[in-house]
T-cell receptor
Framework: RKEVEQDPGPFNVPEGATVAFNCTYS??????FFWYRQDCRKEPKLLMS???SGNEDGRFTAQLNRASQYISLLIRDSKLSDSATYLC???????????FGTGTRLKVLA | DTGVSQDPRHKITKRGQNVTFRCDPI?????LYWYRQTLGQGPEFLTY????????KSRLLSDRFSAERPKGSFSTLEIQRTEQGDSAMYLC????????????FGSGTRLTVV
């Protein structure tokens, strides 16, 4: 079983739709969580950190469920520019390396 | 310097040749990481440095791979006797002590082994 698992998609949604992605992780000692965005043939860029209490940044909301070992990303009012791959990232206590999921592709359609 | 810089952006090499990539992190970042990414996959951890010390290496990093960060500033990743399976995007990232700020990635070096 992979340490971090994501549905690769693609998720094809119309503009204005709300879309949610989940990511599960296998190590209960995981400590920090992030969502990164990666455009085609570009480097990943930090979208947001994920906190236990949940956090929101504009149209984006991230949540963490430690009991079920998953994190989620909700995008409201999708824009064409949201089309990208969304990478889930997990770190474990005692190490600073990031474990990435395979990413979920999102296509927002006009 | 406002970002992580990687050089070269693209490299095409023949199988069996050696290649070296360079990464210049954000100047105040003391941690530097190397990742490899193939098509349709997320980045895979290779190694990381805290200042000049190499603190962790992945089992993916065979004896053909070596990384250095001699003065705690820039880093180099060398691949000896390249194989076609080494074709990938090699990403460098840097960060500060505070994990919650996340990594900043460079634009990557795309390696094609022919």
């Amino acid at each position: 079983r992979k340490e971090v698992e994501q549905d690769p998609g693609p998720f094809n949604v119309p503009e204005g739709a709300t879309v949610a992605f989940n990511c599960t992780y296998s190590n209960s000692a995981s400590q920090s969580f992030f969502w990164y965005r990666q455009d085609c043939r570009k480097e990943p860029k930090l979208l947001m950190s994920v906190y236990s209490s949940g956090n929101e940044d504009g149209r984006f909301t991230a949540q963490l469920n430690r009991a079920s070992q998953y994190i989620s990303l909700l995008i409201r009012d999708s824009k064409l520019s949201d089309s990208a791959t969304y990478l889930c990232v997990v770190t474990t206590s005692g190490t600073y390396k990031y474990i990435f999921g395979t990413g979920t592709r999102l296509k927002v359609l006009a | 310097d406002t970002g992580v810089s990687q050089d070269p952006r693209h490299k095409i090499t023949k199988r069996g040749q050696n290649v070296t990539f360079r990464c210049d992190p954000i100047s105040e970042h003391n941690r530097l990481y190397w990742y490899r990414q193939t098509l349709g996959q997320g980045p895979e951890f290779l190694t990381y440095f805290q200042n000049e010390a190499q603190l962790e290496k992945s089992r993916l990093l065979s004896d053909r791979f070596s990384a250095e960060r001699p003065k705690g500033s820039f880093s180099t990743l060398e691949i000896q006797r390249t194989e076609q399976g080494d074709s990938a995007m090699y990403l460098c990232a840097s960060s500060t002590f505070e994990d919650n700020y996340g990594y900043t990635f460079g634009s990557g070096t795309r390696l094609t082994v022919v």
